[in-house]
């Protein structure tokens, strides 16, 4: 069976246009390869390659200190490594706009990335980001306009968490 | 010999003119920058560590007409050692990130720092693809530094060797949405 509507990166992608997003910082991601890919082709977004995830945090403050839009994609992994430094986004009132992959939620095979996929939602929200769970790619472009009207109307940190039965399991054996 | 610190930053920050940026990293670089006279275009960092280089480059990228300066310690930099690599494929030419060195953690009891042991920051900053990677240990040396600083033409790396000493804190705002109000008021973007 193959009916899955495997096109919502796009709207993702459309909505960070409609947004004004300027810069993309992003942990290179399976869940994420289309979305990356189109704001890598895309000429007037700027697509920053991490280290680690935090360092989008920051990317994201600057950029807004100097009157752009940044968007900040990642794993669920990727949400433990931010924490401590989404301080500087509370503290200051930065637009912090995410778009977070589950894994170890559903179908997981690998046990190691259900620690952290298991507390992601809960983590974000002690962090005072506001939280859109999508499960359908239906619900993707409406979760995506409301987190971008969040951040960077209200200047506050915005997670649109995309939940694994979305993505698709990861294939292991090929 | 080794650089006096608060000297060293007046240095740097003398006749900046309104298109030169700082972010000062959290602890002694930020009293530093605030005794050098508080500006509207410093952002001082009281948190936030390991992300001064990673803001310098968000903001070097958004404003590439000015000119941007990270200037921090050598723990904030060894916390966030991975921005080195992000900015060593980034490159862009408005930014510069200036690593006072001390060898020491000063705001947390002097602690030795990786740096005193051999870690060569310089030697990361150009292994990472940064074109002017610089030592600077003598008056002629930070002299030269700001006059690059004037007219930055890559993205440049410069380790400032400073003594480890605690000149009395000069404390800047702290208060963090008035900071990046006033900041984004300054050089005119949406208030």
Redesign the interface.
Known sequence: MNTRDNSWPDRLFEMLKRGGVRQVGYVPDAGHTRLIDRCCADDEIRDVALTTEEEGVALAAGAWLGGERAALLMQSSGVGNCVNMFSLARTCRFPLLMFITMRGEWEEFNPWQVPMGSIVDPVLKLCEAEVYRVHTPEEVAGAAERAVQQAFGGERIAAVILSQQLIGKKVWTK | MRLERRAAMAVLLADRGDDL?V?PGLGSTAWDAAAAGDNDRN?YL??????????????????PKRRVAVITGDGEMLM?L??L??IG??RPRNLAVIVFDNGVYGETGMQPSHTQSGVDLIGVAGACGIGTCLDVRDEEALADLARRLKDLGETLFARVLIAAEEPPRVLPLRD??A??ER??TA?G??P
């Open positions: 940026l972010i952002f009281w948190g936030a560590m390991g992300g001064a280089a990673m803001i310098g480059l968000g903001l070097a990228l958004a404003q966030g991975g921005s690599a992000t494929i980034q963090g949405v900071l990046k900041f984004r050089i973007v949406k």
